[in-house]
């Protein structure tokens, strides 16, 4: 079983829909989370970071943690076509930071 | 636009070539790291310097070598790669100890290397 488990997709939602994205993690240690969001042939560029249980909001952007499942979510409220990209959960495996990747899940949002 | 600037861009190299990816940082980061990106897969860890120290090394190949000059600057040297090294190579820098590992990570944009 990997560390942390994510759909590739693709996903593919019209322009103002609410977009979901998931993942799921096997090591309950060090539970901090990172969402990444990568444009093609870019470096990642982190979006949201989450500690613990509970929801995190920035701007349409909304990180939510359920320890008791191991499940990571990130919810994008009016979608856009500039939102369109790959979206990397990740997981700090220990102190040095070392995380692991999600495999992604790419998003269309269509105008 | 990312603080952690990576150089060149693009490389193309031979098999024989040696050549070398660099990397810097100037947010007073004590934490760089290499990443290695193929198509349409995740970044996988190659190496973690740590206060300028090699602290990880996820058993990558020795035809790549890491090298840490100074906290703001991070290396890496290639020497006999083959094909299948082609990828994006990306740089990324953290804040390190007392309760900062949290693994907030910045990336740079990256050096596509394609080895011929």
């Known amino acids: 079983q990997k560390e942390v488990e994510q759909d590739p997709g693709p996903l593919s939602v019209p322009e103002g829909a609410i977009v979901s994205l998931n993942c799921t993690y096997s090591?309950?240690?060090?539970?901090?989370f990172m969402w990444y969001r990568q444009y093609s042939r870019k470096g990642p560029e982190l979006l949201m970071y989450t500690y613990s249980s509970g929801n995190k909001e920035d701007g349409r952007f909304t990180a939510q943690v359920d320890k008791s499942s191991k499940y990571i979510s990130l919810f994008i409220r009016d979608s856009q076509p500039s939102d369109s990209a790959t979206y990397l959960c990740a997981k700090c495996m220990e102190y040095g930071n070392k995380l692991v990747f999600g495999a992604g899940t790419i998003l269309r949002v269509k105008s | 636009d990312t603080e952690v600037t990576q150089t060149p861009k693009h490389l193309v190299m031979g098999m024989t070539n040696k050549k070398s990816l660099k990397c810097e940082q100037h947010m007073g980061h004590r934490a760089m790291y290499w990443y290695k990106q193929k198509a349409k897969k995740p970044p996988e860890l190659m190496f973690v310097y740590s206060y300028e120290k090699l602290s990880i090394n996820e058993s990558v190949p020795s035809r790549f070598s890491p090298e840490c000059p100074n906290s703001s600057l991070l290396n890496l040297h290639l020497h006999a790669l083959q094909p299948e090294d082609s990828a994006l190579y990306l740089c990324a820098s953290s804040h390190l100890g007392r309760g900062r590992d949290t693994g907030e990570l910045f990336f740079g944009e990256g050096s596509r290397l394609t080895v011929l």
């Open positions: 090591n309950s240690a060090f539970q901090y």
